[in-house]
């Protein structure tokens, strides 16, 4: 995406990554976000910054997926959309007027990410951004974390209001930045660790990260799960599990995984933030309860509210990822606890987001078997 904006990248080996711009200056008039939600929202604004009309496009079910508040935010800007209705693909004409705007922030905060990458670097003179009933708080941590790695603090008053003053920031020169381990990925692994494995270690792991998905920690902690902590690294040693309560609304991508430990914890788990999980990759509430219903688990939806009653041992056969990575390796790490072999049709959806993930898992001593 951000080699067809103009950027220049060059892989420097050792996963460091260069990255050389003047700014955004297309030179794809259709740049192709793939099936990345995060990416379509986030570039929105950041493609409203240029002169040049450019349509964004994506692939797979992200072209079916909302895109929740995108046109009001352009046109608060200026920016015309012509023919936009709600999903990709979108054209955009900016270049966007950096002015005060209001946003709902009740379906996540990828648009309000690149909202403040955006006006931040486009600004003149002080100006906000509203946003109401933010979801997904961490991410904007993050956002805010980077800006200010590049000179841009931005002040951030309760997650409601967010002040962008150029008069305020420091324009860098070459920055250098350590990109943290994906406690997403790893959620997976210390989940499989906590409910079948003997001991594990996952290292590269930041203990204050602002991630979202860092609340795994709390959610295996109150499951019962024996922890231990290291420069880096957390270990999980084989502990009895017993039902929890937790609330993943600030981090719906723990979903999957929280409710395969919660079918493996001996009573009844409480998980809440369903309202959250219908818009993404697949409706990931309807996923989660066919994989519950595919591995022999009680389980009712109660509007936002996921109750699951753990078993004893879990089902096995074949079951569909429906076009989800996060399926995709929750139905692997449920099949650790499965009376027999697990089939997932549509493994292959791990590749969004961790194409090693079934290599790492055999690492583990786990067979994965690919079926061509």
Request: hydrophobic share 45%; with cysteine.
């Given at each position: 995406?951000?080699?067809?904006?103009?950027?220049?990248?060059?892989?420097?080996?050792?996963?460091?990554?260069?990255?050389?711009?003047q700014g955004?200056?297309?030179?794809?008039?259709?740049?192709?976000?793939?099936?990345s939600?995060?990416?379509?929202?986030?570039?929105?604004?950041?493609?409203?910054?240029?002169?040049?009309?450019?349509?964004?496009?994506?692939?797979?079910?992200?072209?079916?997926?909302?895109?929740?508040?995108?046109?009001?935010?352009?046109?608060?800007?200026?920016?015309?959309?012509?023919?936009?209705?709600g999903?990709?693909?979108?054209?955009?004409?900016?270049?966007?007027?950096p002015?005060?705007?209001?946003?709902?922030?009740?379906?996540?905060?990828?648009?309000?990410?690149?909202?403040?990458?955006a006006?931040?670097?486009?600004?003149?003179?002080?100006?906000?951004?509203?946003?109401?009933?933010?979801?997904?708080?961490?991410?904007?941590?993050m956002?805010?974390?980077?800006?200010?790695?590049?000179?841009?603090?931005?002040?951030?008053?309760?997650y409601?209001?967010?002040?962008?003053?150029?008069?305020?920031?420091?324009?860098?020169?070459?920055?250098?930045?350590?990109?943290?381990?994906?406690?997403?990925?790893a959620?997976?692994?210390?989940?499989?660790?906590?409910?079948?494995?003997?001991?594990?270690?996952?290292?590269?792991?930041?203990?204050?990260?602002?991630?979202?998905?860092?609340?795994?920690?709390?959610?295996?902690?109150?499951?019962?799960?024996?922890?231990?902590?290291?420069?880096?690294?957390?270990?999980?040693?084989p502990?009895?599990?017993y039902?929890?309560d937790?609330?993943?609304?600030?981090?719906?991508?723990?979903?999957?995984?929280?409710?395969?430990?919660?079918?493996?914890?001996?009573?009844?788990?409480?998980i809440?933030?369903?309202?959250?999980?219908?818009?993404?990759?697949?409706?990931?509430a309807?996923?989660?309860?066919?994989?519950?219903k595919?591995?022999?688990?009680?389980?009712?939806?109660?509007?936002?509210?996921m109750?699951?009653?753990g078993?004893?041992?879990?089902?096995?056969?074949?079951?569909?990822?429906?076009g989800?990575?996060?399926?995709?390796?929750?139905?692997?790490?449920?099949?650790?606890?499965?009376?027999?072999?697990?089939?997932?049709?549509?493994?292959?959806?791990?590749?969004?987001?961790?194409?090693?993930?079934?290599?790492?898992?055999?690492l583990?001593?786990?067979r994965?078997?690919?079926?061509s």
């Amino acid at each position: 995406m951000i080699r067809s904006l103009g950027a220049e990248v060059r892989e420097q080996g050792s996963g460091e990554v260069e990255v050389i711009s003047q700014g955004v200056r297309p030179i794809s008039t259709d740049p192709d976000c793939g099936e990345s939600g995060l990416a379509a929202r986030l570039f929105i604004p950041i493609i409203a910054t240029c002169a040049s009309p450019v349509t964004l496009t994506g692939s797979g079910s992200l072209m079916r997926r909302p895109m929740h508040g995108v046109r009001e935010a352009l046109q608060a800007l200026g920016v015309d959309c012509p023919g936009f209705e709600g999903r990709l693909p979108i054209t955009i004409q900016g270049p966007l007027t950096p002015v005060s705007l209001n946003i709902d922030g009740s379906n996540g905060s990828q648009l309000l990410t690149g909202l403040l990458f955006a006006l931040a670097a486009t600004a003149t003179q002080p100006l906000t951004i509203t946003v109401s009933d933010l979801k997904s708080k961490p991410y904007i941590d993050m956002t805010l974390a980077v800006l200010q790695e590049f000179g841009m603090p931005v002040q951030n008053e309760h997650y409601e209001t967010f002040t962008i003053d150029p008069a305020r920031f420091l324009r860098q020169g070459d920055v250098q930045l350590h990109i943290e381990g994906d406690w997403s990925g790893a959620a997976n692994f210390l989940v499989a660790a906590a409910i079948a494995g003997n001991n594990l270690e996952v290292q590269h792991l930041a203990l204050d990260s602002r991630q979202a998905d860092r609340a795994i920690i709390e959610a295996l902690q109150s499951a019962g799960a024996y922890l231990s902590f290291m420069d880096g690294c957390v270990g999980v040693r084989p502990s009895r599990l017993y039902g929890f309560d937790f609330d993943a609304t600030d981090c719906p991508d723990l979903f999957p995984a929280l409710a395969v430990l919660a079918a493996c914890a001996d009573g009844e788990s409480n998980i809440w933030g369903v309202e959250r999980l219908h818009d993404k990759e697949s409706d990931r509430a309807a996923s989660i309860a066919d994989l519950l219903k595919f591995f022999d688990v009680p389980f009712v939806i109660r509007g936002d509210l996921m109750n699951i009653t753990g078993v004893r041992r879990l089902s096995g056969g074949a079951i569909d990822a429906h076009g989800d990575h996060r399926i995709a390796m929750a139905a692997a790490i449920g099949a650790l606890k499965a009376a027999e072999p697990v089939t997932i049709t549509g493994a292959e959806a791990v590749n969004k987001s961790y194409p090693a993930f079934f290599n790492d898992l055999s690492l583990c001593g786990v067979r994965c078997q690919l079926n061509s």
